[in-house]
């Protein structure tokens, strides 16, 4: 199962759905994760298996308290698992790492650095020559389009123009897995929408490995290649679908029947989970 390739359908920029080879980039193995509580044990995750292919962008959703969060932090390094693995690359997690980038859904740009700053931040902890550096901020504030705001702090900013610095700040560094925790989750219905359009079109052009975590289920159908549905606590993936829509979106892409579909089913999994019924 280690770096082998796997026949996937996808869709392709013609629009012509087609087999394509993928090398698996994160394999995750009958993984658990216990905590110790006052009262006893706690199983959060329990026996969780998923496949995620070289830039592939995934979006992993599930009933609130599910151990979501908990399997990015393990993703990150942050925390770690109680039994079983996560291989990258086919290597183990053994801590954090330069080739994972994280954003949150809270705001964690630091407020005594500017936007470009904040940018320049990581590679400056690379000692990546400074006319490098320069090249890379200018790129990535051309993608983000805040250019006119380079030299604003964070306290200056809207939660969109956060979150936007937040992922320039991420993939300045050439992370080769990109992980976001409910990224969009604080923002207003438009400006979600606005950084879901944003995302779709970093993600064609950088094309990092995505895994994303996200209530939202219309948002998973939008940004993904794949979704995969935790159930309720112990947790464990009881689907993994491919979304096999337009490459190249738009929000009236919402609209069509075939997301109706995808958002549908993804709906009716998940309250399953929530009656207690096995999928």
Known sequence: MFGFKKTVKQETETGVIE?????????VQNLDKTYSSKKGDITAIQGADAEILENEF???VGPSGC?????LRILAGLDEATA????ID????????ADRGMVFQSYTLFPWLTVEENIRFGLEVKKMPKAQADEIVERYLDIIDLKAFRKSYSKELSGGMKQRVAIARALANSPKVLLMDEPFGALDAQT???MQLL?????????????????????AVFLSSRVYVMSVRPSRMVADIPILLSY????SLKEQPEFLKYRHRITELLNLQADGTPA
């Open 19 to 27: 087999a394509r080879m993928g090398t698996s980039k994160i394999v």
């Open 58 to 60: 995934v979006c992993i």
């Open 67 to 71: 151990g979501k969060s908990t399997l």
């Open 84 to 87: 079983g693995s996560i291989l």
């Open 90 to 97: 086919d290597h183990p997690i053994s801590g954090p790492g």
């Open 192 to 194: 979600k929408s606005q």
């Open 199 to 219: 995302m779709r079109e970093i993600w064609q052009v950088e094309k990092p490995t995505v895994v994303f975590i996200t209530h939202d289920i219309e948002e």
């Open 248 to 251: 190249k979106r738009d929000l």
